[in-house]
T-cell receptor, first 109, second 117 residues
Framework: GQNIDQPTEMTATEGAIVQINCTYQ??????LFWYQQHAGEAPTFLSY??LDGLEEKGRFSSFLSRSKGYSYLLLKELQMKDSASYLC??????????WGAGTKLIIKP | GAVVSQHPSWVICKSGTSVKIECRSL??????MFWYRQFPKQSLMLMAT?????????EQGVEKDKFLINHASLTLSTLTVTSAHPEDSSFYIC?????????????FGPGTRLTVL
């Protein structure tokens, strides 16, 4: 079956670094997405990886290992506004997104 | 670019009535649109995939006669919740897949919060 696993909740301190892990199993693979979702709002796109390696975009970076079925989202210099749910989603061979349950990130001062 | 709108943003209706939600791609043509439902503290659940000019493909467990989807043009898809009941109260989100997207990114609408009394 198809499955996405990511931690339910994480807590970090303002100014610190946090890594949110995601493992996936899909029928075929057309890329791994990370989205940010604040409560009551739709998801917003953060990153897309289809090749192995690290993609850096400002304070956020995303890593992919296709052989391990593994990705992580790295958030640096955490700000209070980064408190949100982070959704990992893998695109299968039919170009459908298989969604993880999301990781709720709590930032403390 | 790549903006998707939804209307209405929120709606409250009586049990037994029908509600129509519109999803529009404002600056691109969307060959495929997706409809999701999200309950509180849960992830997105794909309800159906809608391709312009053809019937929608519904996910297992989603009643096609209750959730009517019409993708009449390359910029508009509608979801009609028929005979709504309180258990249909949820956050409904659409996304659109541009036909020429370089990396298969879906662009999400802002969502519609439906409350059925």
């Amino acid at each position: 079956g198809q499955n996405i696993d990511q931690p339910t909740e994480m807590t970090a301190t303002e100014g610190a670094i946090v890594q949110i892990n995601c493992t996936y199993q899909t029928s075929g693979f057309n890329g791994l997405f990370w989205y940010q979702q604040h409560a009551g709002e739709a998801p917003t796109f953060l990153s897309y990886n289809v090749l192995d390696g690290l993609e850096e975009k400002g304070r956020f970076s995303s890593f992919l290992s296709r052989s391990k079925g593994y990705s992580y989202l790295l958030l640096k210099e955490l700000q209070m506004k980064d408190s949100a749910s982070y959704l990992c989603a893998a695109m299968d061979s039919n170009y459908q997104l298989i969604w993880g349950a999301g990781t709720k990130l709590i930032i403390k001062p | 670019g790549a903006v998707v709108s939804q209307h209405p943003s929120w709606v409250i209706c009586k049990s037994g009535t029908s509600v129509k939600i519109e999803c529009r791609s404002l600056d691109f043509q969307a060959t495929t649109m997706f409809w999701y439902r999200q309950f509180p503290k849960q992830s997105l659940m794909l309800m159906a995939t809608s391709n312009e000019g053809s019937k929608a493909t519904y996910e297992q467990g989603v009643e096609k006669d209750k959730f009517l989807i019409n993708h009449a043009s390359l910029t508009l898809s509608t979801l009609t919740v028929t005979s709504a009941h309180p258990e249909d109260s949820s956050f409904y989100i659409c996304s659109a897949l541009p036909g020429t997207s370089g990396y298969n990114e879906q662009f999400f609408g802002p969502g519609t919060r439906l409350t059925v009394l």
